[in-house]
């Protein structure tokens, strides 16, 4: 049994490269997949938050007596009851379990109930008691990076800078003399996830003192890693199986309910479930950073670069999360997929007492691209040059350096990228079409013209990500791979901690282990913390990751049954061997730290590319916008299941689209104006178009397969794609974004 | 808080809710949804909860065959109507023609407005079966009603779908109309 044997036969087998359905999707379609908010025993008790009305405010005092008094009422737990330590966080433990003398920002978690009925402890929360003594808050950035701004956090509200210099900026901030040079501010407000699965779980007690959650997460590991400290309990005594993920898009990396649900739990001797509803949902998970850019472009009269100054403010909000990273992202990839000789950026990002922000889908990098692309594009209007061509001009490829004087040491086919986009044929546009069709125009069937305001635009963009964990962080995945005989037929059994939350990373895993071991029949088996850390299911890292360990788990297998003479069939060997089981560790290539002064550093172990073409139909009087179609050309490597890899650019090219024209939680002095589906909106399935795609394959040698993540880069160039063909049409700046109607309208 | 002391005593009735052919006698609070009676009455987990305000359409089931959001359905209301779930979809063992188009077509990430989709679906089958219009022409007609792409996307805009599983979920029930 070799590899190249089974890969042969990799079809006949579901191995990869084939459209294999997702072996989950029966259960799903049944409505038999069981959701965390699905979970259910008998005994079980059910969980409520109380959480702060105010944006920042001191507490001067709890009082419980009313709800610990009501019928059906069995635990009211404050700050007092975390057993261990008071506070947890990703990037640092800044964050209380339950607000100790503060809170830092509207919706922060206060105190907790478990009572029989959810009604019950919704009632009860209400009737805890807490005295505020109001605090002005810090709501603008700005202010906040200001030394004399109230701290929010001891140690001030600057969580990190990271600057970026190269060339003559290594020498001062002075740029080199340049023939064109184009400056832009720009803002990106604060998207949601919103997941449609409201964060939930069930913790229920165990005889030996711990605890079983049953949670929907990315990151079982982590989750237990911040958990047992303040659980006061040893990791061994705290395990999470995963359970069904309604939606994740980086909302479920911090903790949510976990802390609360296994504490009551604990109290009350009783299976604990925690359902959040929607309205609490967006109060209950980090946010994408809002960010506020200003960047100047410098180029020759060719339109070739010769510097790029930015600087990127991104909101953190009230707690650090994935700040420090973000940041990280975001001064890295700050100049784009190009070429450019001198680099000045700074990227900052601060606390506020607005909602924490923290991971989302391209984080840092989405925020950076949308500020370069707009760039490129006034760029290309000052020389003359389409949106095609000045990016091909200045586009990286294999050799290059990016900003962080990393070489590109894979394919980086940008310009073909390109140029394959730019050939693509363009769809019939309504208007050439006889007849008003009110579902073709901007605002659809509830259209009060006859489009008589409608105008046509076409929009470019190209966006750079890194693939897995950065900067020198131990970036790592465990696979158990388990080869029998059952029923006297080989079986794999494949055990791993990484969370399927939508993306197909069940499918990928069971297809690598029949590619490599030639059995067809391949479980994987539900995750848990039985088995070491996958790592998260962030970063579009799990195919690479993960994949690349049950890979080398395959392998360490496959070695076992090689020493049993190839003469022998699987079959007669595991006759003779029993179960053969394998657990492997997988680490990519290092990763190494960002130089505190100059950004220097080969920080990203990958680099990923997507193009966007974008087609829109703006009603310039009524300010509406409609995306007639989205082309894209992305290079994922090599494809190991062409239908689910469509699915992620698909979906990441919703989310741009969203954050493009119309997702923003809006706020007023640090409160959540819009907290609920009515007002804020996620595109439909009338406003995501039809899409056009082709896939490119320029093997990473590194990487498993020679793959490339592919979750998240059709995020990025998405929105900047759209707000240019929104330009195209109207002729306006639209430095902003979502863009929204009276943006358009009423300029 | 007074008010909800008053309030709070539930007024009960007994009915017959019939769901997927099976009829289930119960006490019902008079406020209680349909949604919550499936889910946390009947262990009929199969339409879901992404908002309970009638915004995300995960919670669509039909009600004598036409397309509801449960969480917006009072149970009460429902005495000697026919109520289908996801899980009434199949015809046994053998999934609905949608349910097969679902999976084929991978219209579905992590499946949580699936169950909502898919009764969604069948319900706008029906309903442009039946020959209803979807919009109204400003001279008092119809436009033409056949279920090409535009038209099941017209048709399907109340179920939301965060995956951005949109592309493959028009693909999947075109299929099935064609």
Known sequence: ?747 | MNDDEDLSAPVTMEMRLSVNGIGYPITVDTRETLLDTLRERLDLTGAKKGCDHGQCGACTVLVDGRRVTSCLTLTVALDDREITTVEGLADGSVPHPLQTAFVRHDALQCGYCTPGQLCSAVGMLAEARAGWPSIVTADGGSVDARLDEAEIRERMSGNLCRCGAYVNIVAAIAEVAR
Not at chain 1, 450 to 473: D, M, P, Q, T, W
Not at chain 1, 648 to 673: D, F
Not at chain 1, 730 to 739: A, F, H, K, N, S
Request: hydrophobic residues 40%; aromatic residues 6%; charged residues 20%.
């Open chain 1, 1 to 747: 049994m070799t590899t190249s044997k089974a890969t042969t036969s990799a079809n006949t087998f579901g191995g990869i490269g084939g459209n294999l359905p997702r072996p989950d999707g029966t259960l799903k379609v049944r409505g038999e997949f069981a959701y965390s908010s699905d979970l259910w025993l008998e005994d079980m008790l059910w969980g409520a938050t109380l959480r702060s009305p105010h944006v920042r405010a001191r507490i001067l005092g709890i009082d419980l007596t009313e709800a610990i008094a009501m019928p059906g009422v069995h635990a009211v737990l404050t700050h007092d009851d975390v057993p261990g330590e008071k506070h947890y966080g990703l990037d640092r433990r800044d964050q209380p379990v339950l607000a100790v003398d503060q809170v830092r920002y509207q919706g922060e978690a206060v105190a907790i109930v478990a009572a029989d009925h959810p009604e019950t402890a919704r009632r009860a929360a209400k009737a805890i008691k807490v005295s505020y003594e109001p605090l002005p808050p810090v709501v603008d950035p700005a202010w906040a990076l200001d030394p004399a701004s109230p701290p929010i956090h001891p140690g001030g509200n600057v969580v990190r800078r990271q600057p970026v210099r190269t060339g003559v900026f290594l020498d001062g901030p002075g740029a080199p003399p340049a023939d064109v040079v184009v400056v832009g501010e720009y803002e990106v407000g604060m998207q949601d996830q919103a997941f449609l699965g409201p964060e939930s779980g069930l913790a229920v007690p165990a005889e030996d003192g711990g605890v079983d959650l049953y949670i929907a997460t990315q990151w079982l590991h982590v989750d237990r890693d911040q958990l047992a400290p303040c659980l006061g309990l040893p990791p061994e005594l705290v395990r999470l199986t995963l359970a069904g993920v309604g939606g994740a898009f980086g909302a479920r990396e911090d903790l949510s309910m976990q802390v609360h649900a296994c504490m009551l739990a604990l109290r009350t001797g009783r299976p604990v479930k925690i359902v959040y509803d929607r309205q609490e949902s967006f109060f209950g998970h980090v946010h994408r950073h809002p960010a506020r850019m200003r960047y100047e472009h410098g180029a020759d009269a060719d339109g070739r670069l010769v510097y790029v100054k930015a600087e990127i403010l991104l909101d953190g909000g009230a707690y650090c999360s994935s700040s420090l990273a973000v940041v990280g992202n975001a001064a890295s990839l700050g100049a784009g997929p190009y070429e450019v000789p001198n680099i000045h950026i700074d990227a900052y990002g601060v606390y506020t007492n607005n909602p924490p922000c923290g991971a989302m889908r391209g984080f840092g990098a989405v925020q950076a691209c949308f500020g370069y692309e707009s760039q490129m594009d006034r760029l290309a209007a000052a020389c003359g040059l389409s949106p095609v061509e000045i990016r091909i001009r200045n586009a990286v490829s294999e050799g290059s350096r990016i900003a962080t004087g990393q070489l590109v040491d894979t394919p980086a086919p940008l310009a073909e990228m390109l140029a394959e986009l730019a050939a693509m044929p363009m769809p019939d546009l309504p208007a050439e079409r006889p007849g008003p069709d009110l579902r073709d125009l901007p605002g659809g069937v509830s259209q009060t013209t006859r489009g008589e305001g409608v105008r046509h635009g076409v929009g470019y963009a190209v966006g750079l990500k890194n693939i897995c964990y950065s900067e020198g962080f131990d970036d790592y995945s465990t696979a158990r791979v388990r080869v029998e005989l059952l029923g006297g037929k080989p079986h794999v059994l494949v055990h791993t901690a990484a969370a399927e939350v939508g993306q197909g990373l069940v499918t990928v895993l069971a297809q690598i282990a029949r590619t490599e071991l030639g059995v067809a029949n391949v479980t994987v088996a539900p995750a848990d913390t039985r088995v070491g850390s996958a790592g998260s299911s962030s970063a579009s890292r799990q195919s690479y990751m993960t994949g690349g360990a049950v890979r080398a788990a395959c392998a360490a297998v496959r070695d076992r049954l090689a020493a049993h003479g190839p003469a022998e069939s699987l079959t007669e060997i595991l006759a003779l061997t029993g179960p053969i089981e394998e657990t492997r560790e997988y680490r990519h290539r290092p990763t190494f730290p960002m130089d505190p002064f100059t950004g220097q550093g080969d920080s990203h172990t990958q680099l990923a590319l997507c193009v966007h073409r974008a087609v829109v139909a703006v009603d310039v009087e009524l300010g509406l916008v409609k995306t007639v179609e989205l082309a894209a050309v992305q290079d994922v490597g090599r494809i190991l299941n062409p239908i689910a890899l469509e699915g992620q650019i698909h979906g990441a090219s919703a989310q741009g689209l969203g954050l493009a024209l119309m997702e923003e939680i809006q706020m007023e002095g640090g409160r959540v104006l819009n907290p609920s589906f009515t007002d804020y909106l996620i595109p439909t399935i009338l406003d995501m178009p039809p899409m056009r795609l082709s896939i490119l394959e320029h093997p990473d040698p590194h990487a498993p397969y020679g793959l490339r993540g592919a979750g998240e880069p059709a995020t990025l160039s998405s929105t900047p794609a759209i707000v240019a063909a929104v330009r195209n049409a109207t002729g306006l700046e639209l430095p902003r974004v979502p863009i929204r109607p009276e943006h358009i309208a009423l300029t």
